[in-house]
């Protein structure tokens, strides 16, 4: 559910200071999650080049949200603050463009028969649907995305929602924050750099950027088995 853009200076995102802003929102977000695995493939439709990824992410929404009700809580887990969530996210993406069509599962889950290990029984069951806006990230270079959407939330552990974009659902909008690192050195020194024995030296660690174009670094909690992971945040 992400695109990386190609290219050592592409894969370094080493954008310039006068590229406008996204009219992204800044109010903090309702539910986040993290990208844990991607499977990504590569197609030709009628002349289009298209990104077809599926994707497997976890996170948390606050407790009041359509991703949380506070009826639920109050069945399951009285006094809690989060509902934790499982997705499973499909989405086409034109290389062209960078816009396409996106849509999945979540489960909204508390722990099971393991309390050591993540949440994983299912009390609830939704989907959602929608379209995604990835050009800063492809055509521009941009680590950020967008989606404007709609999801549906079903009973229990066979509810699955019958809506979509087009329909019945709860509006939504998203913002993908792809991590990306900045180089230390110029352009010219940093192919010599990365080829040293210490090429971490050569950029900084992994970052995120914030609507304003500043920076922030992405925490070792929102990593996954150690690798920086993409950050989705959830506005209703």
């Known amino acids: 559910m992400i695109t990386r853009v190609r290219g050592t200076v592409g894969l370094l995102l ?42 497997e992410l976890m996170g948390s929404a606050k407790v009041g949200t359509p991703l949380c009700p506070q009826e639920l809580v109050d069945q399951v887990s009285p006094g809690a603050t989060f509902c934790t969530l499982n997705a499973t996210g499909h989405d086409t993406i034109s290389l ?43 055509l521009n270079m941009i680590p950020l995305g967008s989606v404007v959407g709609k999801l549906t939330l079903g009973n229990g552990n066979t509810g699955e929602g019958d809506g979509d974009d087009d329909g019945d659902g ?32 050569c950029v900084t660690p992994p970052l995120y950027l914030k609507d304003d174009f500043s920076v922030e670094p992405v925490l070792q909690s929102e990593r996954a088995l150690d690798f920086p992971t993409v950050r989705f945040e959830i506005t209703f």
């Not at 590229?19 to 992204?24: D, F, I, K, T």
């Not at 062209?96 to 099971?112: E, L, P, S």
């Not at 939504?172 to 030296?201: K, M, N, W, Y």
């Open 96 to 138: 062209a463009t960078g816009k396409g069509k996106f849509g999945g599962t979540f489960t909204i889950v508390v722990q099971g028969d393991n309390p050591v290990d993540g949440p994983e029984f299912v009390i609830a069951r939704g989907r959602f649907r929608g379209r995604m806006d990835f050009s800063p990230a492809i």
């Open 170 to 201: 709860v509006p939504f909008t998203g913002i993908f924050r792809l991590p990306f690192v900045q180089a230390l050195v110029s352009d010219a020194d940093l192919p010599g750099c990365l080829a040293r024995l210490h090429p971490e030296s």
């Open 14 to 55: 080493l954008f310039g200071v006068g590229l406008a802003a996204p009219g992204y929102a800044v109010a903090g977000p309702d539910a986040t999650f993290y990208e844990l695995t991607e499977n990504m493939s590569l197609r030709a439709v009628q002349g289009d080049k298209q990104r077809v990824a599926t994707s």
